[in-house]
């Protein structure tokens, strides 16, 4: 369910409804709009009778919301989400509505030489955030598990010369203090997409939040990932499309970038895509990062490093600067055509 209030409405007017809510046994969940706020109501376990609130001051609408992701639906607030961020010296960034976000850097935070070195190339390029794994999750337990806390502190001092905002992975709910004094939007990477614990700590970390998709996850599972984030009050999730496992083994991943349209449509939630990860191929990423511009995601996300022949992690899939700087290039050709902004 959700009441519509009036453009005039006072927020008074607005507490009462809410407060109508919870005595009901419901939540509500007040959501600013450009023109007038809407309250949403979760935790009601069949149909709300909507003459409850029909004849409320302040209030215009009482309608039903169809889809069990309510919060981040487009049903519930059909405008984008952009979300904001702040970078170091003041600087903002923000993704979504229009705005188009070139993630880029090291899949792993190897060495400060290694991330610095990255963070300047992919910033001279024209990339907008930072990307690096301090802590990552690797398939196994013999792999390089990544830098972490010196990884963490690494990322830190790029974003502060760089000036870009920092993208991280956090792995552990125990973690998320600490990797949120770092970074500026925590990642949850594939293999945690249904960690609910890990999903409501980044909630309640208030920090924005990039989800990755599942690797077995429906279009559905996506979505009821952020809505755990939303309902614990965080709404500044970023989706991110990278890649399904499907029967074929000579794509590592099959990128899904047939879900995009269909995910902006049915939520208000920007998406990206990390073709990198999608791939697992540095030949394919450049023509995968077009598409994604083309079909109509919000931004792409890609590996990065200095040289990709000695990276720990991923490198064959890591576009070198140069290749990286011509994709730049052409995104801006692109974004130009789609009428997005890309800075
Ligand atoms: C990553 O972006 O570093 C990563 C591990 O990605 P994914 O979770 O999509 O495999
Ligand atoms: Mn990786």
Request: with cysteine; aromatic share 6%; hydrophobic share 40%.
């Amino acid at each position: 369910m959700l009441i519509l209030m009036h453009p005039t409405a006072t927020p008074e007017d607005v507490e009462q409804v809410a407060t109508k809510v919870r005595d009901l046994g419901f939540t509500p969940h007040k959501m600013p709009g450009a023109q007038r706020i809407a309250v949403a109501i979760t935790g009601n376990p069949g149909p709300v009778d909507p003459g409850f609130f029909a004849h409320m001051p302040g209030v215009f609408e009482a309608v039903s919301i169809s889809k069990p992701w309510k919060l981040v639906s487009r049903e519930t607030h059909p405008h984008d989400t952009v979300v904001s961020l702040k970078g170091p010296n003041g600087t903002a960034s923000r993704l979504g509505g229009g705005v188009f976000g070139v993630f880029a850097g090291p899949c792993a935070v190897e060495t400060r030489e290694q991330t610095l070195a990255a963070a300047r190339t992919v910033r001279e390029s024209g990339a907008r955030f930072l990307r690096g794994g301090a802590y990552k999750p690797r398939t196994s337990p013999y792999s390089f598990q990544g830098t972490k806390l010196e990884g963490l502190k690494i990322l830190a001092e790029a974003r502060a010369e760089t000036g870009m905002p920092v993208v991280t992975e956090v792995i552990d709910p125990q973690h998320v203090d600490q990797v949120a004094e770092y970074a500026d939007i925590l990642q949850i990477g594939t293999r945690n997409a249904q960690n609910f614990a890990l999903l409501e700590a980044v909630a309640e970390s208030g920090k924005p939040v990039m989800l990755k998709r599942g690797m077995s996850s429906t279009i559905q599972e996506f979505l009821m990932a952020a809505e755990y984030i939303v309902k614990g009050g965080n709404y500044n999730v970023i989706l991110c499309e990278r890649g399904i496992r499907t029967f074929e083994p000579m794509t590592r991943n099959t990128l899904d970038l047939g879900s995009i349209p269909l995910i902006k449509r049915l939520t208000h939630l920007p998406i990206i895509v990390d073709p990198s990860h999608g791939t697992g191929d540095a030949l394919s990423v450049p023509a995968l990062a077009r598409a994604a511009l083309a079909v109509g995601a919000d931004g792409v996300m890609v590996d990065v490093h200095p040289d990709p022949s000695k990276a720990l992690c991923d490198g064959p899939q890591s576009l070198t600067p140069a290749i990286f700087a011509s994709l730049m290039d052409s995104l801006r050709a692109i974004a130009q055509v789609m009428k997005v902004e890309l800075v």
